[in-house]
């Protein structure tokens, strides 16, 4: 899979968003975290697709696992915009080589500025991590986000809107996991964010009223495929 960038201007992007009210700005946050935590059930499953593991052949790499982290999953890395991607059961997050990058910690569900570098080792975050305003996050996310909404459009082009609504369904059936949005009004709710936060809504407006964010593929029909849940497993397995 090529590196794309989304189009849009950044600091058309800062001023979108400081205008929106504190509280607004707050909830944007939580909400993306809501949907971040929600898509790595999601790579969970492409990682044991039946067919093949579908983060490497979206173009990770798939590391050792350390001996010393006897739970979680393998690290799948990536280079993207300048930076590199992670992902862990743990965690995930983008890493550029200067400045500063960004980690979604799954256990807390929050987002975290992170310093330049390699990424993070899955569970030993000291000295590597820390809370910043909300404006921040939310900047220092997008070239995570914008990886995200790549992922899931080659993803619906490879498989069809049929196979990630499976895997929502599977991982809205696990134990103590709260549903987020369904997949396509998710990856919608995503590009909203990064082109027009400003008006982007909560996302349990989205549910409530099953918005159409500018969503960049058909809904998925609902359907049943016995087969292809019996395959998809646990991203905690």
Avoid at 59 to 70: H, I, Q
Avoid at 123 to 128: E, I, S
Avoid at 139 to 166: C, K, N, Q, V
Avoid at 167 to 187: I, M, Q
């Amino acid at each position: 899979m090529q590196e794309k960038r989304l189009s849009g201007n950044t600091d058309t992007f800062d001023t979108q968003f400081r205008i929106a009210p504190p509280s607004q700005r707050r909830s944007l946050v939580s909400d993306a975290c809501a949907g971040i935590s929600q898509a790595m059930g999601f790579w969970g499953c492409d990682a044991r697709h039946p067919r093949s593991n579908q983060l490497v052949a979206a173009g990770f790499e798939r590391l050792e696992k350390d001996p010393a982290l006897t739970e979680g999953s393998s690290r799948y890395r990536r280079h993207w915009n300048s930076g590199t991607i992670e992902l862990h059961s743990f965690c995930a997050g983008w890493y550029p080589a200067e400045g500063e990058g960004i980690v979604f910690i799954r256990h807390q569900q929050r987002l975290f500025s992170c310093s330049a570098g390699e990424p993070i080792e899955p569970g030993r975050y000291a000295n590597r991590i820390e809370g910043k305003s909300n404006d921040t996050l939310l900047d220092l996310t997008r070239p995570f986000l914008s990886w995200m909404i790549d992922h899931e459009r080659w993803i619906l082009e490879r498989h069809g809107p049929a196979y990630r609504a499976a895997c929502w369904r599977h991982v809205a059936s696990l134990p103590g996991f709260r549903p987020w949005l369904e997949p396509t009004e998710a990856t919608a709710w995503f590009e909203k964010l990064l082109t027009d936060p400003s008006t982007t809504p909560r996302a349990r407006e989205c549910e409530r009223m099953k918005c159409n964010l500018h969503s960049i593929a058909e809904k998925p029909a609902r359907f049943k495929c016995k087969k292809l849940a019996t395959n998809i497993v646990s991203a905690n397995s």
